[in-house]
Nanobody, 116 residues
Framework: QVQLVESGGGLVQPGGSLRLSCKASGFTFHNYAINWYQQSRDKEREWVAS????????EYAGSVKGRFTISRDDAKNTAYLTMNNLQPEDTAIYSCHIYANRRNYWGRGTQVTVSS
């Protein structure tokens, strides 16, 4: 079955960096676009970034453009979200997502907390 497992979250000071990983299994990873979402305590889940199945195209939400980079390593069945210049408003649970076989699949997420 499809599984997405995120890791790499933690506590970081403002201006710091983190790299999140999304390890995938149960499907042909290189055939699918991968998306990252964030959910803060008082907000709906929001889209953060996407990468195409080939890795040749990426898109970002305006709030993270220029600070976050999405990437993928198909040999490792893993997608990444590199986050630089983190700010307190980036505090959220970050989850990866795919849409496959007319279904949405989500990982459980990894907590990112930005605080001094």
């Amino acid at each position: 079955q499809v599984q997405l497992v995120e890791s790499g979250g933690g506590l970081v000071q403002p201006g710091g960096s983190l790299r999140l990983s999304c390890k995938a299994s149960g499907f042909t990873f290189h055939n699918y676009a991968i998306n990252w979402y964030q959910q803060s305590r008082d907000k709906e889940r929001e889209w953060v970034a996407s990468i195409s199945s080939s890795g040749g195209a990426t898109e970002y939400a305006g709030s993270v453009k220029g600070r976050f980079t999405i990437s993928r390593d198909d040999a490792k069945n893993t997608a990444y979200l590199t986050m630089n210049n983190l700010q307190p408003e980036d505090t959220a649970i970050y989850s990866c997502h795919i849409y496959a076989n007319r279904r949405n699949y989500w990982g459980r997420g990894t907590q990112v907390t930005v605080s001094s």
